[in-house]
């Protein structure tokens, strides 16, 4: 039970940025943190390194996975492709006991969106994402895919966090995509289902280059 909860809250931490891109984990602090011994943390950062939430580099232990230009270049390059895929790939493969589980974390996603749950939002539009993956079930994109969400958990934090009537706005319209995408994998519509994605694609992009490009202090005497 201590290494699940060690496991699922490093997670949440990381998506959330409590654990900053690039940071280190330290082994005595955590050890003591969630009274676990060395042996099952270490095989907890094991299954986090193999999912891509950190890196263990050897003799120096192990760092939250970065973000950096590359990084950054990648991921919107590569995003797109890979969730029209995935999309495509899962509006043939759905089962109802998969639709339920979508609906499921949907039925969260949109409850913490009511209450303004900034980390309620990031856990379940990641594991709303996530099952789509699983529903898709291609042991080639996958990988990369859950990679890609990782990034995107992390780079979406002012989406989660609005402050303004068009941020909610946005928000409001990602639930109701999210709705959609159910509808269409039901009805078994690919081509509907890479359409939706590009536009829910869209919408996170604009709200994710705000986290990327903020904009900037005023210069002096303006």
Do not use: C
């Amino acid at each position: 039970m201590k290494k699940e909860n060690l496991y699922s809250d490093l997670k949440r931490r990381i998506l959330t940025l409590e654990l900053e891109p690039g940071s280190s984990l330290d082994e005595v602090q955590l050890s003591e943190e969630y009274q676990i011994s060395r042996t099952p943390l270490r095989d907890v950062f094991r299954q986090l390194a193999g999912e891509g939430y950190i890196d263990l580099v050897s003799n120096r232990g192990a760092f939250v996975a970065a973000m950096n230009y590359k990084t950054l270049r990648s991921f919107f390059m590569t995003a797109p492709m890979l969730y029209a895929a995935v999309g495509r790939l899962a509006a043939g493969n759905a089962r109802p006991h998969q639709l339920e589980m979508l609906r499921s974390a949907q039925h969260e996603f949109r409850a913490a969106s009511f209450k303004g749950d900034a980390g309620g939002m990031v856990f379940w539009n990641d594991r709303f994402h996530s099952l789509m993956g699983e529903i898709a079930d291609n042991p080639y994109l996958r990988p990369s895919y859950e990679r890609l969400l990782i990034d995107h958990a992390r780079i979406s934090q002012t989406f989660y966090r609005p402050r303004q009537n068009q941020d909610r706005e946005n928000l409001a319209l990602a639930v109701s995509q999210h709705d959609a995408m159910i509808a269409a994998l039901e009805a078994g519509d690919a081509d509907g289902m890479v359409a939706l994605i590009r536009e829910h694609w869209a919408l996170s992009r604009t709200n994710m280059e705000k986290y990327v490009y903020p904009d900037p202090l005023p210069l002096e005497g303006e």
